[in-house]
T-cell receptor, first 108, second 115 residues
Framework: DAKTTQPNSMESNEEEPVHLPCNHS???????IHWYRQLPSQGPEYVIH???SNVNNRMASLAIAEDRKSSTLILHRATLRDAAVYYC?????????FGDGTTLTVKP | EAGVAQSPRYKIIEKRQSVAFWCNPI?????LYWYQQILGQGPKLLIQ????????DSQLPKDRFSAERLKGVDSTLKIQPAKLEDSAVYLC?????????????FGPGTRLTVL
């Protein structure tokens, strides 16, 4: 399975933008890039996904490098409720392999 | 739309005992997943069903773990006998079958403690 590499932890101040990086140098042409997040004591929840082009939705933006070997999840204005573990995942044929994610701490 | 339901939410057993977890996916979702999440780690896929057939069970420890999805709806995951290292949260997720559907919906999980 293709692997992703994320920093173990990041900190942000409330109401500031957050850029969460992810490296996936072994990505294949048919792998989708997914982001999920997991709040404490809850199951993961879907955030956003993309294949080649940058994507925006109500929760976040996803910026994908031209060579697709890295991507960045952008939270435009972090809130305390965004404190969670963020997982960058490569998915193919309905199968997703989770790494250990980035723990985001948001400071008031 | 009701979410993925799991029960029980918590379970404490002693090693060598048996335990079963239940999952009810979102109505109409053909794909169902069971994940194991050890504290501090990301979820690890144990088994994936498409309707009532197994798509991937390569990481399921088949000497002690079993799962079934009769009638392609509810699913149960069983551990027999349990070991200390099975202490984890067991997550169930489901996904719709329409073309282009990506998102997995996760349940709240069952936290298993093996003493």
């Amino acid at each position: 399975d293709a692997k992703t590499t994320q920093p173990n932890s990041m900190e942000s101040n409330e109401e500031e933008p957050v850029h969460l990086p992810c490296n996936h140098s072994t990505i294949s042409g048919t792998d989708y890039i997914h982001w999920y997040r997991q709040l404490p004591s809850q199951g993961p929840e879907y955030v956003i996904h993309g294949l080649t082009s940058n994507v925006n939705n109500r929760m976040a933006s996803l910026a994908i490098a031209e060579d697709r070997k890295s991507s960045t999840l952008i939270l435009h204005r972090a809130t305390l409720r965004d404190a969670a573990v963020y997982y960058c995942i490569l998915a193919n044929a309905g199968k997703s392999t989770f790494g250990d994610g980035t723990t985001l701490t948001v400071k008031p | 739309e009701a979410g993925v339901a799991q029960s029980p939410r918590y379970k404490i057993i002693e090693k060598r005992q048996s335990v079963a977890f239940w999952c009810n996916p979102i109505s109409g979702h053909a794909t169902l997943y069971w994940y194991q999440q050890i504290l501090g780690q990301g979820p690890k896929l144990l088994i994936q069903f498409q309707n009532n057939g197994v798509v991937d069970d390569s990481q399921l420890p088949k000497d002690r773990f079993s799962a079934e999805r009769l009638k392609g709806v509810d699913s149960t995951l069983k551990i027999q006998p349990a070991k200390l290292e099975d202490s984890a949260v067991y997550l169930c997720a489901s996904r719709g079958s329409l073309a282009g559907v990506i998102e997995q919906f996760f349940g709240p999980g069952t936290r298993l403690t093996v003493l």
